[in-house]
Structure formats: C-alpha cells, structure tokens
C-alpha cells in the first residue's frame, strides 16, 4: 500500500511545494504586520477618544444663528433642486457612465515600495507594473505559478464548467500579458477578463502580489 503523504503530494512538483510554503511564510508575516497596525490604530483612536472627551462642544442651539442665509421659500426650492440634480446624477453614474474602477496598491512590506497598481471594474482586472520596475515574463515564479498554476488552473475550472453546460464559453475567465514598447520580454500590463466573482480578485491580488515581490527581490541580486 503506498503511504498516504505520497498519494497526496503525487499532483505537485517540489517547486509547487517550495512556492506553495513560501506563500504561506509571506501570508504569516503579512497578518502580523497588519494586526500591529490594526493595535496601532486602536491606541491612536483611543487617545483621540479621550481628547474630545475632555474638549468643549457647542451643539447648534448655541451657534449664533441671527443671520439666515435663505429663507424658508429660498431653502426649500434650493433642497427641490438639489434632489433633482441628485437624483440625476445618480442616473447618470449607473446608466450612462462606465462603472468606477477600484484601485488597490500593491507595496513591499519591508521599505513600502509602490510594485504595481490593480485595476478592478465589473468587466475586468487590470495589473500595471510601477513604469519604473521592469519585470522579466522569464523570471520565477510569474509563469510557473502566477500563469500556470493560479489563472491556467481558473480556465481550466471553467473549462469544466463549460462542458458540463453550467457556463457559456464566452464567460471563461482569459487573460492577456502584454509587453513595453521597445523592451524585450519585459511586463507591461496584465489583463484579466471575465474573473466573475469576489474570491477569484483576492486570490488573483494576493498571489500577484507575492509573485511580484519575489521577482523584484531576484532582480535586485
């Protein structure tokens, strides 16, 4: 009977291995960090808690209210007018504008260097290398891990789903690694289409930002 640990580990290679404990070595230092940010935050609002405690307010019965900019008539028809360009504007956003990118930054832990920027709209996710970092598609792990292992293994999955009839062909997740002007091999955007759900962004940003950050630190050596 083969052991157990072998049956296991038979789908990964030692570089799956490797990476797969590297991840979660980073994953560990970064709760860390944000937990002892979070402590900071805590005290910080503590103290600022205390100062208004002891502070003095004035409540708007005691403002000197004697001069009122409008007058009843005047504030009532300015609040009509500013529901209706509300109420506009709030069309407009949702009907007639494309919807508003979420931007998250992606930084090294030990000095805060900006790596790259992920644009995320309904449509799709954008990652974008700071233009001064020069990323090589060569260096590990981005293609053995980032292309191979997390968005390949998203096709993959709704390939799955495709042939079983439980997803359009059209709506599988693709991807597009696209190269600078003039620069062999070198990163210059990363785009994602057709991700579908929350989970598949947190694990598309947190990965890529691993997997950048072990390529900067290779490319500093």
Do not use: C
């Amino acid at each position: 009977m083969k052991n157990s640990s072998n049956v296991i580990m038979a789908g990964y290679s030692d570089d799956d291995i490797k990476n797969a404990a590297e991840i979660r070595e980073w994953l560990t230092k970064s709760i860390s960090e944000k937990q002892e940010e979070i402590d900071r935050m805590k005290i910080t609002l503590s103290l600022i808690d205390s100062v208004l405690k002891q502070g003095s307010f004035k409540t708007a019965a005691n403002l000197n209210l004697d001069k009122k900019p409008y007058s009843n008539e005047k504030s009532a028809i300015i609040d009509k007018e500013h529901k209706k360009d509300n109420t506009s504007t709030f069309q407009k956003s949702h009907e007639e504008q494309p919807q508003a990118l979420e931007t998250r930054q992606i930084k090294r832990m030990k000095d805060n260097t900006l790596i790259a920027l992920v644009e995320i709209s309904k449509e799709r996710i954008e990652i974008i290398p700071n233009e001064s970092i020069n990323f090589n598609l060569d260096t590990p792990p981005f293609k053995s891990f980032f292309i191979n292992r997390i968005l390949d293994g998203m096709k993959n999955k709704d390939s799955d789903k495709v042939k079983q009839g439980q997803l359009s062909e059209t709506d599988m997740i693709s991807y597009n690694t696209m190269q600078k002007e003039n620069s062999e091999n070198i990163l210059k955007k990363i785009e994602i289409r057709n991700y579908r759900d929350k989970d598949r962004v947190n694990e598309i940003f947190n990965t890529v930002a691993w997997v950048f950050t072990r390529m900067l630190e290779k490319s500093e050596k």
